[in-house]
């Protein structure tokens, strides 16, 4: 896939993990912190599917980011919003790009999963997403063209908070990958360490 200047990453990280107790973008799956570890997975050598990795989150997130990482924190106007902040925040940066939108609750996903999932996008389309088995979006395992930033600040006007709302009244392209367990999203501490231990067998395996 050839990479395209005008696609940006975002790695989102924000909210509260009020049910993983912990600040899920920071736990670690792969040797290094979730948010790095997707950040650097979308610029992978040698075949990157970003211009540009961002790590989006909330205002007291921000500090605890590294350096060597681009940062893109939630606008005031729209914090405490949920996960449509993160893309808000984006398109009123960003509003000449495509954004690849990817959560740190989802271990599994790997550098060919997202790779199949844009090579499957047809050029007319809003937005896609990967649908899992309860006939359900997954918004932050998505792709947004540059298209949909107004759209979304008028839905957001209008009272809208829920991506899965959006994708579903602007028709997004369904994504059902082969392999479904790229689509678990890991949120309590249970699901933590039963992911820990099925990716450490996988590494074994290999």
Not at 90 to 102: E, Q
Not at 127 to 138: G, I, P, R, S
Request: hydrophobic share 35%.
């Amino acid at each position: 896939m050839k990479i395209r200047d005008d696609l940006y990453g975002l790695v989102v990280c924000g909210g509260q993990s009020t049910r993983m107790g912990s600040d899920k973008g920071f736990l670690v799956y792969h040797e290094k912190p979730q948010c790095y570890h997707l950040a650097d997975l979308l610029l992978e050598d040698p075949n990157p599917l970003c211009f540009k990795a961002l790590i989006s989150c909330n205002d007291k997130q921000t500090a605890l980011i590294s350096k060597d990482y681009s940062v893109l924190t939630d606008l005031p106007e729209y914090q405490n919003s949920g996960p449509i902040a993160s893309l808000l925040t984006a398109f009123a940066t960003f509003s000449n790009v495509d954004f690849l939108v990817i959560g740190c609750d989802y271990p599994f996903m790997q550098h060919s999963d997202l790779l199949v999932f844009l090579e499957s996008i047809q050029e007319d389309s809003l937005a896609a997403a990967f649908y899992n088995h309860n006939n359900k979006y997954e918004p932050l395992l998505a792709w947004y063209s540059k298209n949909t930033g107004r759209l979304l600040k008028t839905f957001y006007e209008n009272g809208g908070k829920s991506l899965q709302h959006f994708l579903k009244e602007n028709s997004a392209r369904k994504h059902r990958p082969d392999n479904k367990e790229v689509m678990t999203s890991v949120d309590t501490p249970e699901a933590f360490i039963s992911a820990k231990a099925i990716l450490a067998n996988q590494k074994t395996n290999r």
